[in-house]
């Protein structure tokens, strides 16, 4: 009796644009994350919009795997073939993968004071979230922020507060960094970033 192996599961890696750090597509990883060059099959995007940047930031899912940057030099269907030019600092490019949200959400104070207050996304990364809310809150603050947009199932993640600007209106402007995420969670972040920049950008690909 002969026993069916599991095919290894395939490396995913995201693919941005290294000017404006843009969302262009996912694939997967054929072959070894560390060979001369790179080969990904494209699974969620646009091919053509990574062939015409003229750099891209190849960031695999692996966290122990660090992202590099690099340029097309093949292409066949869906596959393409990147040659690397060099590695990126992992920790920094995945923080600072920020996109634009808009998302209803709530802030939840830790300091006792009792209730919860209405919010609007502005913009999230693995790093930190701002957002505008009518609740009077301080920088230093640490609040819990309820994130609706992951996947699964919502997240609620404790941020401290490092700025606030009032505006005209009765709402106020906050920017704060995540404390203490656990992996999952981390990605989870990063999957809805992700997902939603590749959203805007097919949105934009078809009005064009």
């Known amino acids: 009796m002969f026993f ?6 395939k490396e995913i890696c995201v693919l941005l644009d290294s000017e404006s ?19 990904l099959e494209i699974f969620e995007g646009n091919v053509q919009s990574v062939v015409n ?26 596959l393409v073939v990147l040659e690397p030019t060099r590695v990126l600092a992992g920790d920094k490019v995945r923080e600072n993968l920020r996109m634009p949200v808009d998302f ?3 802030i939840y104070p830790t300091d006792g004071t009792p209730g919860r207050y209405r919010a609007q996304g502005n913009d999230l990364s ?8 009518d609740g009077d809150l301080d920088v230093g603050e640490i609040v819990e922020v309820v994130i609706p947009i992951t996947r699964t ?24 960094k995540h404390l203490d995420l656990l992996p999952e969670q981390e990605s989870m972040i990063r999957e809805a970033v992700f997902s ?8 934009q690909n078809a009005r064009g």
Do not use: W
């Open 21 to 39: 750090s843009r969302v262009l597509a996912r694939g997967y990883l054929e072959g070894p994350p560390d060979a001369p060059n790179i080969q």
């Open 153 to 176: 199932a919502p997240l609620l993640l404790t941020c401290q507060l490092l700025r606030k600007n009032r505006e005209s209106s009765a709402r106020t402007f906050y920017a704060g």
């Open 126 to 133: 693995c790093g930190g979230i701002s957002f505008y809310s």
């Open 53 to 78: 940047a003229e750099h891209v930031q190849i960031i695999p899912a692996d966290e122990e795997v660090p992202p590099r940057l690099g340029h097309v030099i093949h292409r066949q269907g869906n």
């Open 4 to 9: 069916k192996k599991n095919k290894p599961q």
């Open 196 to 203: 939603v920049q590749l959203k805007v950008m097919q949105r």
């Open 104 to 106: 209803e959400t709530f």
